[in-house]
Antibody, heavy 124, light 112 residues
């Protein structure tokens, strides 16, 4: 079955750019039914959806983060990536990549499976 | 503050039934968007438990069930087991400017 694995630096300095990559295995990233998402969870807090990308490159971002977020895809490597600019301590979180599965309508969708997550700390 | 509101904690003894509520508004659950539920054991990634209001993925025990009415949804767990102790999150779509795919703040289930 499909598995996802996040990778990237665990420590980023304030004002710099956070960059993470998610590698998809056990299935095709080019499946027409799925979208590839990033979700984060600050320590001890709840989940926040960041955005998603379709394998052909179409993207959609959270309104609260869209000025700082870019998600890209490399189908040849079965990878998609997250860039978050101008980070602050508030961006410290466990970052998860997940597959967004579309149900009967585009707005009715869910996240399954998830990667194991990677902790990114923003600190000087 | 989360768009979807959940109680911070619930508890129950082994074998009992517990429910976790998820309250939204007319821009999400009340707009007839589907509700999902995830289980997160501390230190691990969330796992899909219920999708599209009341559907269980393969492998999820039928002790878990979901329902939706108006602007709220609920997750019910019957025959509570020690392994059910975890955090539970609801998720839906929101058509306002506050974000699009939204989660509840999470509920910590303690098995007494």
């Amino acid at each position: 079955q499909v598995q996802l694995q996040e990778s990237g630096p665990g420590l980023v300095k304030p004002s710099q750019t956070l960059s993470l990559t998610c590698t998809v295995s056990g299935g095709s990233i080019s499946s027409g039914d799925h979208y590839w998402s990033w979700i984060r969870q600050p320590p001890g807090k709840g989940l926040e959806w960041i955005g998603y990308i379709y394998y052909r490159g179409g993207t959609f971002y959270s309104s609260s983060l869209k000025s700082r977020v870019t998600i890209s895809v490399d189908t040849s490597k079965s990878q998609f990536s997250l860039r978050l600019t101008s980070v602050t301590a508030a961006d410290t979180a466990v970052y998860y990549c997940a597959r967004r599965v579309v149900g009967t309508t585009v707005t009715n969708s869910w996240f399954d499976p998830w990667g194991r997550g990677t902790l990114v700390t923003v600190s000087s | 503050q989360s768009v979807l509101t959940q109680p911070p904690s619930v508890s129950g003894a082994p074998g009992e039934r517990v429910t976790i509520s998820c309250t939204g508004s007319s821009s999400n659950i009340g707009a007839n968007y589907g509700v999902q539920w995830y289980q997160q054991v501390p230190g691990t990634a969330p796992k899909l438990l219920i999708y599209d209001n009341n559907n269980r993925p393969s492998g999820v025990p039928d002790r878990f069930s979901g329902s939706k009415s108006g602007t709220s949804a609920s997750l019910a767990i019957t025959g509570l087991q020690a392994e059910d102790e975890a955090d539970y999150y609801c998720q839906s779509y929101d058509n306002s400017l506050s974000g699009n795919w939204v989660f509840g703040g999470g509920t910590k289930l303690t098995v007494l």
